[in-house]
């Protein structure tokens, strides 16, 4: 029995990074020129009938909310720019909203929340998606533009930066699920999304090092999720999951790792400023598929996926709940050599029964791997407050903090003291589990 075991108590790394994640258009509120705007006026295609209309109110709220992050005892948080508020036009630069954005940084400052700064985060200015937005090559150069304007405006106030949030998620929900704006189901199409994606974010991630005095870490946000075979003894069934890890968890990292654009998203092109373009690794972590050979899911590579039957899964058959997942995914990433972190990890939990657990596990998973010898630095949950959540409008609840949307009131939640006091004491203590999850004491201490 190790002492750390015997003392009940997972201590974190000093300095560890604690926060929590957002994006511009699920809760600033009257993001009325990008695509996903346009796209809510459209019946249908957000789940509940909802339009993200005010949101959290967060433009006009972000210090009151700074202030919410700050009293979970967070010394982190992670925020996107809104690109169409920053080019509201082709050409043409806001300097309103550049100086709101610099507001918003010094106000994390003066709470001693380190930022973590996304500049794209699923939304484009209404102007760029009128071009055909991420199918146009151009949109490569013009990201690069909109990169280096951010760099020289705001890239004093910040040494974290992600530069796209799960391109991967924006492939698939886009162009094959056609779940997204502008709903196309096209696998071509997706793939040369993402090729110009991995692009742009190179060209980006160059421009911030060239133009940010004190160097930054720059990074893309990776969804990544883990798929196990259903029978392992079954070679179909290790085939297809092998090709769903290929496509969701190790093309777009390769690109950015080599600078090889290999089949599906290129030929084996190379680009040179995509070699070595990570300074960390941003993970985004929702769970687990099992995967089955199903020769009636030609669409889906002939995969079947499903959580584990009799396994924790969230809300509505979201997905399987696996802090395995996580703790594997981490120790896959060690072999990279680049600094880790969580950018985000949470759970759809309207009654908020399971996100105390959820909370204590998860990030004990990460404990665990950091352990084993992961450099994994930081820990962002996701969300600090319920929001928008994008096709499922507000019917599904990710935050520490319920939000009333009618009167922007915000309440901490059970989980949300569970957070407050992991981060207090930089460490999962015996007295925090017996408190908020006493179930999951033998499986995080045994």
Not at 52 to 70: M, T
Not at 159 to 178: K, R
Not at 432 to 440: F, G, K, R, S
Request: net charge negative; glycine share 8%.
């Amino acid at each position: 029995m190790t002492r750390e075991t015997k003392d009940a108590r997972l201590d974190f790394p000093e300095g560890f990074l604690w926060g929590t994640s957002t994006s511009s258009h699920q809760v600033e509120g009257n993001n009325t020129n990008n695509d996903w705007w346009d796209w809510e006026q459209a019946p249908g295609h957000i789940h509940d009938g909802s339009k993200s209309g005010l949101a959290c109110d967060q433009w006009n709220r972000y210090e009151q909310d700074f202030d919410l992050a700050k009293a979970l005892n967070n010394n982190a948080h992670r925020f996107s720019l809104e690109w169409s508020r920053i080019e509201p036009a082709e050409g043409q630069w806001s300097a309103d909203a550049i100086a709101h954005y610099r507001r918003v940084l010094e106000a994390l400052r003066e709470r001693g929340l380190e930022p973590l700064v996304t500049l794209y985060h699923f939304t484009l200015p209404r102007w760029l998606a009128a071009k055909g937005g991420w199918e146009n090559p151009q949109t490569v150069e013009l990201f690069r533009r909109y990169a280096a304007k951010v760099a020289d405006e705001l890239g004093s106030l910040a040494h974290y930066w992600a530069t796209i949030n799960e391109p991967v998620i924006l492939a698939l929900m886009s162009y094959i699920m056609g779940q997204w704006p502008p709903g196309k189901r096209s696998f071509r199409t997706a793939m040369r999304v993402l090729r110009h994606l991995m692009r742009a974010h190179a060209l980006a991630y160059r421009e911030l090092h060239a133009r940010i005095a004190e160097p930054p870490m720059v990074s893309f946000v990776h969804y990544m999720r883990p798929f196990d075979p259903w029978n392992p003894r079954s070679p179909l069934d290790r085939l297809v999951a092998g090709v769903l890890d290929w496509m969701m968890n190790g093309v777009a990292l390769a690109a950015v790792t080599d600078g090889v654009f290999r089949p599906p998203i290129g030929r084996w092109d190379k680009m040179t400023e995509a070699v070595d373009a990570l300074d960390y690794i941003g993970i985004d972590y929702y769970g687990r598929d099992m995967v089955a050979f199903d020769i009636k899911q030609p669409g889906m590579f002939f995969a079947r996926r499903f959580p584990m039957p009799g396994a924790e899964y969230s809300m509505d058959g979201w997905g399987e709940v696996c802090p395995d997942g996580l703790y594997r995914l981490l120790m896959r990433l060690s072999k990279y050599g680049k600094p880790i972190i969580v950018t985000e990890t949470g759970i759809p939990d309207n009654t908020d029964a399971q996100r105390p657990r959820f909370l204590i596990t998860h990030t004990a998973a990460v404990h665990r791997a950091i352990r084993e010898g992961a450099p994994v630095k930081g820990f962002f949950h996701w969300s600090l407050l319920d929001n928008f959540e994008w096709a499922e409008g507000y019917a599904a609840r990710f935050g520490l903090y319920h939000t009333n949307f009618e009167t922007q009131e915000r309440t901490l939640k059970r989980s949300g003291e569970v957070y407050r006091d992991i981060c207090a004491a930089n460490a999962i203590t015996k007295e925090i589990v017996l408190q908020y999850a006493p179930e999951v004491a033998g499986q995080v201490f045994g």
